[in-house]
């Protein structure tokens, strides 16, 4: 691998000192052949859940985070089709397959057709076009569970029968 420094970060799980208990040998001075422990290590501290601890600016030694520091990254942006949306949308209906939130119930006008639609199988795992089958690749979900099914736990992103066992033991509890 060639290791390109694109910004700095902070975080105290990915230190030096971590990575090395982790199976990390030293340093890259090189290319190196990162072993799957120490790799799974890193992705498991490396995500979105961290989020308040990476991309801070460090100034005269001290950590100093701002807001609104204009960052250039670059991503990979998937097509997604409209029409399968509007098909997913008449065969499923508008409420959250997770949680049964309605947006236009809940808010009124400001609500109506509003939902986020869910790919079962990321798109990035499938790894090439495909034709979707909007009643078995899509699902509509709020943008709260949305996100939720987007988080990983120890790794893994949970599933929709998942997330919904998780919101039923929090009523309960």
Known sequence: ???????????????????????LNAAPQGPVKTKQNLLTYINSNFSDNYQTEIFPEIIDGEIVEFEGIKKQI??????????????????HGLNCKVCGLNFSEKYGSIGNEFIHIHHLIPIYK???????????????VCPNCHSMLHRKINGTEPTINELKEMINKNYIS
């Open 1 to 23: 691998m060639r290791l390109k420094l694109i910004d700095q970060i902070y975080n105290q799980k990915l230190s030096f000192d971590n990575l090395k208990a982790n199976g």
């Open 74 to 91: 670059l991503v990979n942006k998937y097509e997604r089709s409209s029409i399968a949306r509007k098909k997913c949308i008449e065969f």
């Open 126 to 140: 499938i790894g090439k076009e495909y034709k979707v089958d909007y009643k078995n690749d899509l699902i509509p």
